[in-house]
């Protein structure tokens, strides 16, 4: 294990990589606190911005979100220069603007062109199967690239923290440059991804195997998902379980926000979504659920993502957003989302069981609405139903759930049954929040700069 030299004189100097844009990563925001308000000043180095970007988010905390230009693999430059010559010659011959449409067109019919070449010469180089596996690794190799150049530019750190699978790719480098201790951070269990292609697992699985030979400390973000890790890749150092988990938040009295955004009259019961609107999270099912909840209850949408107009067009198609039943709304500060959701009667987590990494999930949602004082509806999947059984925070779906079975559920749970496990939700964030998972991370961080 490599570990810190001792330097008193200065605060110790954390950088974290991760391949998102950081301010809706509630883990990478807690963590960062956490670390900041111990005396570490902490770097966070993001992609997805269209222009570099350099702002401070914390007292000692600074995020640096680098510009994503993806690559894939390509053809020597003669095909770049060919490309370049067909759109030349059709501004001349059509006398076309670089900004009319029909340009455009032929532009991207060139660049459709290229993709099929490409591919076809991926195919012969690398046989069957393996084109659209080496075109993601490609595309991940350039987006950590990006990341690993930018980190450069700022010096060693005394700890670098890498999230998720894409900073991996990088790790012998960073290693090479940097000999300090290295954390990985995995969220999730990432070859078995629901929703995503094989290509895509298997790139994930052979990243991380070739990496843990760099790592010296692993976190991960619950027991079961840490046994996955333990069986799969026994090189790993032993896991440290560092949750999901909430701070404990003192409530204000709710001023009726949610039911506001929401156009609800302040006695209507919400059924709440919150996050990302993504597939295989049971969101089609939800919005037909609307159709037969009672009309004490509506369905409120609190979030973004891919799916968000597929979704409005479900629900438009029975008018369900017109009838108050369903309402989309937009995300909110992680700092003041407790406050709307405890406009809330019920939180639901639909996840649908897709894999492990759905089956063993523990997403933020599992902490964020007890902490709001929010009762929980999930799938019974292992980490979501040992919450709901253990401590009693909500109710069970079916294993096999529909928009009628929800929305069965929904109407059978009596008032009397939603204060008690409200009083629960209390009692299980008083013994399960971040306080408890902060420390946890600060004893970590302390043992490696031993």
Not at 303 to 315: Q, R
Not at 332 to 356: C, D, M, R, S
Request: glycine share 4%.
């Amino acid at each position: 294990m490599i570990r810190s030299k001792k330097n008193h004189n200065k605060a110790k100097k954390v950088y974290m990589v991760v391949h998102n844009s950081v301010l809706k990563d509630a883990r990478v925001l807690k963590e960062s606190r956490t670390l900041a308000n111990a005396g570490f000043f902490v770097t966070i180095f993001g992609i997805g911005s269209k222009e570099r970007l350099e702002y401070e988010l914390h007292k000692n905390i600074r995020v640096i979100l680098c510009i994503e230009k993806v690559k894939i693999f390509r053809l020597p430059n003669f095909l770049s220069t060919v490309s370049q010559a067909i759109q030349k010659l059709s501004l001349k011959l059509f006398n076309l603007d670089i900004s009319d449409h029909r340009f455009l067109n032929i532009e991207r019919n060139v660049a459709r062109i290229k993709r099929l070449i490409n591919n076809a010469f991926l195919f012969l180089i690398f046989g069957f199967g393996k084109v659209q596996e080496k075109n993601i690794y490609l595309s991940y190799k350039s987006t950590s690239d990006i990341l690993f150049l930018e980190v450069l530019k700022h010096g060693k750190p005394d700890i670098l923290h890498l999230h998720d699978t894409i900073s991996l790719v990088n790790i012998k480098n960073y290693r090479e440059k940097f000999n300090c201790p290295i954390i990985w951070d995995a969220h999730e269990i990432y070859e078995e991804l629901g929703a995503s292609k094989k290509a895509l697992l298997i790139n994930n699985q052979k990243i991380i195997k070739e990496a843990t030979k760099f790592i010296d400390a692993f976190i991960t973000i619950n027991v079961s998902i840490s046994k996955f890790y333990k069986t799969n890749y026994i090189s790993l150092p032993k896991a440290t379980i560092i949750k999901n988990a909430t701070n404990n938040i003192y409530l204000k009295k709710y001023d009726n926000r949610l039911h506001r955004k929401a156009e609800l009259p302040s006695e209507k019961k919400i059924l709440l979504f919150q996050g990302g609107f993504a597939k295989d999270r049971g969101l089609e099912e939800l919005i037909d659920a609307s159709r037969f909840l009672n009309d004490k209850w509506a369905v409120v949408m609190m979030g973004w993502g891919s799916l968000e107009e597929h979704l409005k067009i479900l629900a438009n198609k029975y008018n369900l957003i017109e009838q108050k039943k369903v309402s989309f709304i937009p995300p909110v500060e992680h700092k003041e989302i407790t406050f709307w959701t405890q406009g809330a009667t019920i939180g639901i987590i639909p996840y649908k069981n897709t894999g492990l990494n759905h089956l063993y999930c523990t997403p933020n949602k599992l902490w964020e609405y007890p902490v709001a004082n929010v009762p929980i509806l999930v799938s019974p999947l292992v980490e979501l139903t040992n919450a709901v059984k253990n401590h009693k925070i909500g109710f069970l779906l079916d294993a096999s759930f529909d928009g009628k079975s929800i929305a069965r559920v929904v109407n059978s749970i009596t008032n009397q049954e939603l204060n008690k496990a409200r009083e629960n939700c209390r009692k299980y964030i008083l013994n399960d929040n971040w306080d408890i998972y902060g420390k946890r991370l600060i004893k970590l961080y302390k043992k490696l700069l031993k």
